[in-house]
């Protein structure tokens, strides 16, 4: 609860499925560099990731998106104790040397860089991390605190403020045009609507712009796309 680094472990496949806070941008992300605003990739959370991984051009400011967006939340009146935490920690940029000390993450031989070692299938270098606070809350995961989740979602309404007529519902909330994908499993990039076709005919002759013809609200699409999923997996 202050910060400080205590522990960590792998997780195995089968306990794998993790609830995460994404923003608008972060959850319909493909080549889009946007980052989750608490658990994400290393890439993005690790301040000391490049002293170990060689990375590219594109990705040097992804912990910096990562550690401003976080701390916008923290900073906000709907933090979290656990928000608190995770933020004091990663901006001390030590995850990387803490998960080697550990022995998770594997060097190679010279002692400088990270090794080519996989864990669960996936290389360890594009793992994904995810939090536990320990103090006077029971629930320590962050993944199954339903008052974690309240907070982002409060957070998260305070910041889109705009709105406009929601074609789904007829009423004026905030919309978005970045809807889900990963509707039928984790690698399905496919989406159900989508308008970022400015050159060819999707919408040209008919419309001026994408929100002439197309706009959801944000909650709206959210619930739709996670009712078809939790249906899918059912199914």
């Known amino acids: 609860q202050n910060g400080n680094f205590l522990q960590a472990s792998t997780v195995s496949k ?21 980052p989750h605003p608490l658990c994400d990739k ?30 916008k939340w923290q900073e906000s009146p ?13 901006k001390e940029g030590t995850l990387i040397q803490d998960l080697i000390n550990e022995r998770i993450l ?9 090794s080519n070692a996989k864990i669960e299938g996936i290389d ?53 045009e970045k809807h889900p994908n990963k509707i039928r499993n984790s690698g399905d990039k496919a989406k159900i609507i989508s ?3 400015k050159e060819g005919f999707s919408y040209l002759g008919r419309f001026i712009d994408k929100d002439q013809f197309c706009a ?9 796309h996670d009712a078809l999923k939790w249906l899918i997996q059912r199914q």
């Open 14 to 34: 089968e306990d794998a499925v993790t609830i995460i806070p994404v923003t608008m941008d972060s959850g319909a992300r493909s080549s889009d560099p946007s």
């Open 42 to 71: 290393l890439i993005y959370i690790a301040g000391d990731y490049a002293r170990f991984v060689p990375i590219k051009e594109k990705d040097e400011d992804k912990y910096q998106d990562y550690i401003t967006l976080l701390g």
């Open 78 to 90: 709907y933090t979290h104790p656990k928000v608190d935490a995770i933020y004091n920690y990663l």
């Open 106 to 114: 594997e060097q190679e031989e010279n002692g400088t860089k990270l």
């Open 124 to 176: 360890q270098k594009d793992c994904f991390v995810r939090f536990r606070v320990e103090g006077p809350d029971r629930e320590s995961r962050t993944w199954r605190d339903e008052y974690l989740f309240d907070s982002f979602i409060l957070y998260n309404e305070s910041v889109h403020q705009e709105k406009q007529l929601c074609y789904a519902t007829g009423t004026w909330i905030p919309c978005t």
């Open 195 to 197: 308008a970022n076709d």
């Open 216 to 224: 959801v609200g944000y909650e709206v699409s959210e619930k739709a």
